[in-house]
């Protein structure tokens, strides 16, 4: 894997719609710009994005899950694969492995990762959904960051995003959804 740069943001909600929140809510990405080695060109097995995937948890999870305040009770991810890639180039990287690397590093995680791939350029921006690592039904968790990166994806990358948070929305008020 070729890693062109790597950002880790933490942001920390204290009020929302002119109200404070009882309790900071920490949320925290991390958004790595990789060469998409398959750009401009149709290959059949997709299994070496597997493993920059899990590489890529495994290098930036531990680090992002110590941003937050508490222990990380969401979590999302996402890919935007440059205008030479595929949106499957993004989904190889983040299905099939890097769904272990960031369950290790929340402590668990029964619920599916919420996720989202699409094609871009530089600057595009994408909706991360966010969702409760054990209870994909926790509606006071289902919630979205927008990200981008400036300058990527230049057409042969895939900027990666792995998003984790220790609360839900701010004031939640549309029920719990099944508990």
Known sequence: MNLRKLSLTKETIFADAGRPVKQPICRAFAVAVVENPFADRFIDDLSPLFADG???????M???ARL??????????????????????????????????????????EAIISS??????????????LAHKDNIWSFDHLATMTISSDDAPRPDEIVVIMAI?????????VGKGRV
């Open 62 to 64: 531990p680090e992002l």
């Open 165 to 173: 948070s220790d609360g839900g929305r701010p004031h939640p008020r």
């Open 116 to 129: 989202n791939v699409k094609i871009g350029g530089p600057g595009t921006s994408i909706d991360v959904p």
């Open 68 to 109: 937050l305040s508490r222990p990380a009770v969401a979590y999302g991810k996402a890919a935007i694969v440059g205008v030479a890639g595929e949106i499957e180039h993004g989904a190889a990287v983040i299905h099939p492995r890097l769904g272990q690397p960031m369950r290790e590093a929340v402590g668990g995680g």
């Open 54 to 60: 899990a590489e890529l948890g495994q290098r930036v």
